[in-house]
C-alpha cells in the first residue's frame, strides 16, 4: 500500500538546527525544494490501493535514490548516509534521530521501478521541469557523443564460458532435481556439482586443447538435452547462448578437432554473468568490455536529454535518428539541429536528416594520403565522368552495388597513363587494373559535406560540440564509467537516475539561486 511522508515538520529536523552545510550547495538546495521535488502520488500506481503494509514513501526514496547515484555509493552506503550524514539529511529534510530503512529498500524501490516502466520518472520530471521554466526550447540542437562504460559481469575466457554455458544448460533443463540426475550421464553431472576448471597444466598447449576438446563434446551433448525442451523459454535461451559460444569461439582443424579460433568474433559473448556485455572500443588503444552510454544534451541549456546505453560493439553513430526520435517523443521538442563527431556524419546519417530537415554538423575524416584519396578525385555524378588530381579521365562507369545492396558508380582508370604518374605506387594497387574508384550512394551529400567543412561558419558551429564533452565527463565524475548491476534494464535505470541528478543541479544553476520559483515550478509540473 502506498505510503505517504508526513508533512508536519518537527523540531529535530536537521534544518531547525545550526548546521554547516552551504545554503547554496547542492544539498542545501534540494533541501529548499525537497517538498516538491518529488510527489508521492506521481508514483501510486506502483503500489497497491488498499491491501498491505504501507511503504516506504516513494517521495523520500526518489529523494535518497536520487543522493545515491550523486554520490555514487552502495545501498549499505546510503543507509549509513541516511543515518550519520548531515548533507543528506539537510537535503531530504530528515529529522537527525531519523531511522533509516534496510539496505533491500533501495533494490526494492529499484526494481518496483523497472516493473512499472518508471525508470525515467526523475529523468523526465527534471526536463518537463526545465521545459516549464523556460531553458529548454522547443527547437532543440542536439549535442551528442558515446562513452565507454565497464560493465559489472565477469569477463570469462572461452574455457569459462562453455563450462558455464553446460551447467547453465543442464540446470534450466532441471537435472538439478533427483529424479531427473538419474539418467544424466557421469560427465555432464559433474558441472552440476563443481563450477571450477578443469585441474589440468594450463601452461601446457597440448593439456588445454584436449580439455577443449572435452568440453565441446560435453557442450553438445548438452545441447542435445536442450533440444528435447526446446518448447521451454529458459532452456532454448541456454541452449543458445551455448550454441553461440561454440559457434563464436571455437573452429576445426584438418582433424576435425576443436580449436580456438582466431581473431574474435563481432558479436562475441564476453561474459555469461551479464550475457549483453561485448567488446568494445573507443579508439584502437582503448578497448573495453560492457556497454557505451549514448548521451546526448541540448546546446543552449546543457540540460541531458537522453543517455541510453547500447552495445559495445555497435558504432557510435549508428542510433543518431533513434536518439533524435526519442528526444522529441518524451519531451515534446523538435530537433533542428545536430552536432556531433565524425562517427555520426555517415552518409546514411545525411541523408535521414536531409530528409527531416535536421541541420547536421559532423566532419568527414581527414584522409591519411590526401593527394590520391578519393576526395582529391573530381567527381562529376551527373556527367558521370571523374577526373584525377593528374588530369586523367574516366568516363563511362561501371554499375556496381555497395555493401546494402544499393546502386553505386564504378569507375576505372586506364593503366597504361596511371604507369606514367608519379603517384602510381601510392594511388593504384591493383596488378592488373588502373585506380578504381567507386562512388558512396549517398555522393552527392558527402560532397556537399566535405565543401562545407572548410567554411568558417562550419568551423564555429563545430566547436559548440565541446559541450558534451563536458557532460559526459560530469556524468562520469557520478559513477558512470562502471556499471553497478547486470543487465541492460538496470543499467538504463543507473543512467537515468544519473543522469536525473546531474539535471538538478543544472536547474539550480538555471534558475540561478532562486529556489522559490524553481519551487513553484515543480508544484505545476506532475
Given at each position: 500500500m ?5 508533512p508536519?515538520?518537527?523540531l529535530f529536523?536537521?534544518?531547525c538546527?545550526?548546521h554547516?552545510?552551504a545554503a547554496?550547495s547542492f544539498?542545501?538546495?534540494m533541501s529548499a525544494?525537497?517538498d516538491e521535488?518529488?510527489?508521492d ?5 506502483m503500489?497497491?490501493e488498499?491491501?498491505?503494509?504501507p ?5 523520500l526514496m526518489s529523494?535518497?535514490?536520487l ?6 555509493v552502495?545501498d549499505?552506503?546510503a543507509?549509513g548516509?541516511?543515518c ?10 530528515l529529522?537527525l534521530?531519523?531511522?533509516p530503512?534496510h539496505?533491500?529498500?533501495f533494490s ?6 523497472l516493473e512499472?516502466?518508471?525508470e ?5 520530471r ?8 523556460g531553458?529548454l526550447?522547443d527547437k532543440v540542437?542536439?549535442?551528442i557523443?558515446?562513452t565507454?562504460?565497464?560493465g559489472a559481469?565477469a569477463?570469462?575466457?572461452?574455457y569459462?564460458l562453455?563450462?558455464?554455458?553446460i551447467?547453465?544448460?543442464?540446470k534450466?533443463?532441471?537435472y538439478?532435481l533427483a529424479?531427473?540426475r538419474r539418467g ?6 559433474a558441472?552440476?556439482d563443481?563450477?571450477c576448471?578443469?585441474?589440468?597444466d594450463?601452461?601446457d598447449?597440448a593439456a588445454r586443447a584436449?580439455q577443449?576438446?572435452v568440453?565441446?563434446?560435453?557442450a553438445?551433448?548438452a ?5 528435447e525442451?526446446?518448447?521451454d523459454d529458459e532452456?532454448r ?7 553461440k ?7 576445426t ?6 580449436q580456438l579460433g582466431?581473431g574474435?568474433?563481432?558479436d562475441r ?5 551479464d550475457?549483453?556485455m ?15 552510454l ?8 546543457e540540460l541531458?536529454?537522453?543517455a541510453?546505453p547500447?552495445?559495445a560493439n555497435?558504432g557510435?553513430?549508428r542510433d543518431?535518428?533513434k536518439?533524435?526520435?526519442s528526444?522529441e517523443?518524451e519531451h515534446g521538442?523538435t530537433v533542428e ?7 555520426y ?8 536528416c536531409?530528409k527531416?530537415?535536421i541541420?547536421?554538423?559532423s ?6 594520403d590526401?593527394e590520391?584519396?578519393?576526395t582529391?578525385?573530381g ?6 565522368r571523374?577526373?584525377?588530381?593528374q588530369?586523367?579521365v ?7 552495388k ?6 553505386v558508380l564504378l569507375?576505372i582508370f586506364?593503366r597504361s597513363?596511371c604507369?606514367?604518374?608519379p603517384?602510381?605506387a601510392r594511388c593504384?594497387?591493383?596488378k592488373?587494373?588502373g ?12 560532397q556537399a559535406?566535405?565543401?562545407r567543412?572548410s567554411?568558417a ?10 559541450a558534451?564533452?563536458?557532460k559526459?565527463?560530469d556524468l562520469l ?17 543507473q543512467?537515468?537516475w ?9 536547474l539550480?544553476?538555471?534558475f540561478?539561486?532562486d529556489t522559490?520559483r524553481m519551487?513553484?515550478v515543480l508544484?505545476m509540473v506532475?
Open positions: 502506498l505510503g505517504r511522508r508526513r508536519q515538520r518537527t529536523e536537521a534544518q538546527w545550526p554547516r552545510v547554496d544539498y542545501g538546495r525544494v525537497n521535488l518529488f510527489h502520488d506521481d508514483l501510486a500506481s503500489y497497491c488498499n491491501n498491505g503494509r511503504s516506504l514513501s516513494p517521495s529523494g535518497a535514490t543522493l545515491q547515484f550523486y554520490d555514487d552502495s549499505d552506503e543507509v548516509r541516511l550519520y550524514d548531515l548533507r543528506w539529511k539537510v537535503a531530504l529534510n529529522p534521530d531519523f531511522v530503512p539496505p533491500s529498500s526494492v524501490f529499484r526494481r518496483r521501478l512499472h516502466g518508471q525515467r520518472y526523475a529523468f523526465n527534471f526536463i518537463q521541469v526545465g521545459r516549464a521554466g531553458f526550447p540542437t542536439l549535442l557523443d558515446t565507454p562504460q565497464r559481469g569477463v570469462q575466457d572461452t569459462t562453455i563450462r558455464k554455458g551447467r547453465k544448460v543442464l534450466a533443463a532441471g538439478t529424479e531427473k544424466l550421464a557421469a560427465n555432464l553431472a558441472y552440476l563443481s563450477d576448471k578443469a585441474d589440468v594450463w601452461a598447449p584436449a577443449l576438446k568440453l565441446v563434446q560435453d553438445e551433448a545441447l542435445d538435452l536442450a533440444v525442451q526446446a518448447d532452456v535461451a541456454a541452449g543458445w547462448l551455448l550454441a559460444i561454440l559457434g563464436d569461439d571455437v573452429t582443424d584438418k582433424h576435425g578437432d576443436p582466431q574474435v568474433a563481432e559473448i564476453v561474459s555469461l554473468t550475457p549483453e561485448r567488446y568494445g572500443h573507443k579508439s584502437r588503444a582503448r578497448l573495453f568490455e560492457g556497454r557505451k549514448q548521451v546526448a544534451t541540448d546546446q543552449a541549456s541531458l536529454l537522453a541510453e547500447i552495445p555497435a557510435d553513430g543518431l535518428m536518439i533524435k526520435q528526444v517523443q521538442v539541429r545536430a552536432i556531433g563527431d565524425g562517427a556524419g555517415t552518409g546514411d546519417n545525411r541523408a535521414a536531409a527531416e530537415q541541420d547536421l554538423v566532419p568527414l575524416p581527414t584522409p591519411s590526401p590520391v584519396n578519393k582529391a578525385f567527381i562529376d555524378l551527373e556527367a558521370k571523374a577526373i584525377c588530381p588530369g586523367q574516366a568516363s563511362n562507369p561501371k554499375p556496381a555497395d555493401p546494402q545492396g544499393r546502386p569507375f586506364e597513363i604507369e606514367t604518374c603517384l602510381f593504384v594497387h591493383s592488373t587494373h585506380r578504381y574508384l567507386r562512388t558512396h550512394y549517398h555522393e552527392a551529400l558527402l559535406a566535405r565543401q567543412q567554411t561558419e562550419f568551423k564555429e558551429t563545430y566547436l559548440l560540440r565541446v558534451i564533452e563536458r559526459i565527463a565524475q557520478h559513477g558512470l564509467r562502471q556499471a553497478r548491476y547486470i543487465g541492460s534494464a538496470k543499467d538504463r535505470l543512467v537515468q544519473t543522469g536525473a541528478a546531474v539535471n538538478l543541479r543544472r539550480f544553476t538555471l540561478k539561486g522559490n519551487r513553484e508544484a506532475s
